[in-house]
């Protein structure tokens, strides 16, 4: 059993930066593929970022390539997501998932543990 608490989301100026952290109980972890999610409001959850579990593989989505990067610290048994140049449309509930899975995954059923989310707002 995993459970995930994310933090660090808040409000942020167009350009701005922020990073969110999820923190992991359980004695699994280290084994856990990793993944953040989003569902802004009004429409369905998507993927942004996965890395597997021992961090030598990231994957991305295409809205997110190159301004946010996907980490984990198996030895604090969390992972983050380091946003940059946030936009507008980066607002949303950023989710935390662990998979009982070693490689990356983009589908959300992949995912068998969800934290309760954070929000971030990105203003223009």
């Known amino acids: 059993q995993v459970q995930l608490v994310e933090s660090g989301g808040g409000l942020v100026q167009a350009g701005g930066s922020l990073r969110l952290s999820c923190a992991a109980s359980?004695?699994?972890?280290?084994?856990?593929?990793m993944g953040w999610f989003r569902q802004a409001s009004g429409k369905e959850r998507e993927f942004v970022a996965a890395?597997?579990?021992?961090?030598?593989?990231?994957y991305y989505a295409d809205s997110v390539k190159g301004r946010f990067t996907i980490s984990r610290d198996n030895a604090k048994n969390t992972v983050y997501l380091q946003m940059n140049s946030l936009k507008p449309e980066d607002t949303a509930v950023y989710y935390c998932?662990?998979?009982?899975?070693?490689?990356?995954?983009?589908?959300?059923?992949?995912?068998?543990?969800w934290g309760q989310g954070t929000q971030v707002t990105v203003s223009s």
């Open positions: 890395i597997n579990w021992n961090g030598g593989s990231t």
């Open positions: 998932a662990a998979a009982n899975q070693y490689g990356v995954g983009v589908q959300d059923d992949y995912y068998d543990y």
């Open positions: 359980g004695r699994t972890f280290r084994f856990n593929a």
